[in-house]
């Protein structure tokens, strides 16, 4: 039962323009968002977060957006720039019995050519 | 301030040995999290615990897995008779309260 999900397994941008990254969920009572990158070899970092009572956040180039009536958000990346090649996780946060935990997507590659 | 600290970063083991995994929190935070990356998927949500107590084990394995957080100590997970299956790589995590996380640089576990 995937809750999260990232239908597109990898994304090739020029850089300097925009990258859209996307995100599906099904659990109405996700109540927090959030994005993360991982480079190879490395951790995931926190990149950026929304709660689900907003609809955008903006942060320098990267700005989260989030549609509830659709369950989808997506990552904006502009303008794109090389290091911003990496894996990029959507994740969702759930309070089950007063535990919470994060849902992650599959991840998409982003690639930025130069 | 070190961050959250995993290791080892590699981890060879041979079918059938067993498999420990040590993650050592970021300092003050109680909360840790232990997630599993195989090939080409997400991350998989594994076991939440705090200091002696295990709050969420849902994700783990029925058998041959099992993850402790003492008083002192790191957070160990415990992997009894590896299959080939459980090549992966392993992430912790940590938070101050739950919320906020800061993940490991991970353990690579190569099953042979």
């Known amino acids: 039962d995937q809750q999260v999900k990232q239908n597109s397994p990898s994304l090739s941008v020029q850089e300097g323009r925009i990258s859209i990254l996307n995100c599906d969920y099904t659990?109405?009572?996700?109540?927090?968002f959030l994005w993360y990158k991982k480079y190879p070899a490395e951790g995931p970092t926190f990149l950026i977060s929304i709660s689900s009572i907003k609809d955008k956040n903006e942060d320098g180039r990267f700005t989260v957006f989030l549609n509830k009536s659709a369950k989808h958000l997506s990552l904006h990346i502009v303008p794109s720039q090389p290091g911003d090649s990496a894996v990029y996780f959507c994740a969702a946060r759930i309070l089950q019995e007063g535990a919470q935990k994060l849902v992650f997507g599959q991840g998409t590659r982003l690639t930025i050519n130069p | 301030n070190a961050g959250v600290m995993q290791n080892p970063r590699h981890l060879v083991r041979r079918r059938g040995q067993e498999a420990r995994l040590r993650c050592s929190p970021m300092?003050?935070?109680?909360?840790v999290y232990w997630y599993r990356q195989l090939p080409e998927e997400g991350l998989k949500f594994m076991v939440y615990?705090?200091?002696?107590?295990?709050?969420?084990e849902s994700g783990m394995p029925k058998e041959r897995f099992s993850a402790e957080f003492p008083k002192e100590g790191p957070s160990i997970l415990r992997i009894q008779q590896v299959v080939r299956g459980d090549s992966a790589a392993y992430f912790c995590a940590s938070s101050p309260s739950g919320a906020g996380y800061t993940f490991g640089s991970g353990t690579r576990l190569t099953v042979v």
């Open positions: 615990l705090q200091k002696e107590n295990i709050i969420d």
């Open positions: 300092k003050g935070h109680s909360h």
């Open positions: 659990n109405s009572m996700f109540d927090y």
